[in-house]
């Protein structure tokens, strides 16, 4: 594949969860022969009225097929919804089924991301809960491993499967030096599979 990339692909309301994206995409570039390539997905309503234009205001552009069909690999994130991601992310991943069949994901790494309000808010469900319709699309599952000092040592966010922020009841709280390091790891790993598995 010309230009490989790694897509971080996220939904976020109050900030705290692309501040994580761009923390990730750090991770990545850091991979010689991978970039990151940072997309996000719009609102979604039942209210006709509510529809949103092609393009966002600002921001990283929403995510299209074509951008999921070519990646060498994914990083998916979304805000904890009662333990799960959130209805957007949902939207967009649902609508994949001609991935699915056309098999286009399979075996590209696949790993997930999430900002929730509180230390036990579902962040690790949320986790769990996303990397299943990846593995449905056939993708390798991806965590952080315990050699990284950071998730022995984060008092907030941090979990193996996958990085993850805790934004505080108001969704001020900073994203913490463990958290950032969490989420670079995580980009760069990822990345640095997707290289190998594309050169095995």
């Not at 109050?14 to 010689?32: F, L």
């Not at 993850?164 to 390091?181: F, P, Y």
Request: glycine content about 10%; charged content about 15%.
């Amino acid at each position: 594949m010309s230009d490989p990339y790694i897509l971080v692909l996220y939904y976020s309301r109050g900030g705290a969860t692309a501040q994580m994206a761009e923390h990730i995409a750090a991770g990545i570039n850091q991979v010689t022969g991978q970039r990151a390539l940072v997309r996000t997905v719009p609102p979604v309503s039942d209210n006709i009225a509510d529809n949103q234009s092609d393009i966002p205001d600002n921001g990283p552009l929403y995510c299209s097929e074509e951008d999921l069909r070519h990646c060498s690999g994914v990083i998916l994130g979304s805000p904890t919804r009662f333990g799960n991601m959130a209805a957007p992310l949902k939207y967009f991943i649902d609508s994949t089924s001609s991935l699915w069949l056309s098999g286009d994901l399979i075996n590209k790494p696949a790993a997930v991301f999430t900002s929730t309000s509180s230390m036990h808010g579902g962040n690790e469900s949320t986790l769990l809960t996303m990397l299943l319709p990846l593995m449905h699309h056939g993708m390798v599952a991806v965590g952080i491993p315990y050699s990284h000092a950071s998730l022995h040592n984060t008092q907030t966010g941090g979990t193996p499967y996958g990085a993850s922020h805790v934004a505080g009841a108001d969704g001020k709280l900073a994203i913490s030096d463990d958290e950032i390091n969490l989420c670079k790891a995580l980009g760069e790993r990822v990345a640095t599979i997707g290289l190998a598995l594309e050169n095995h």
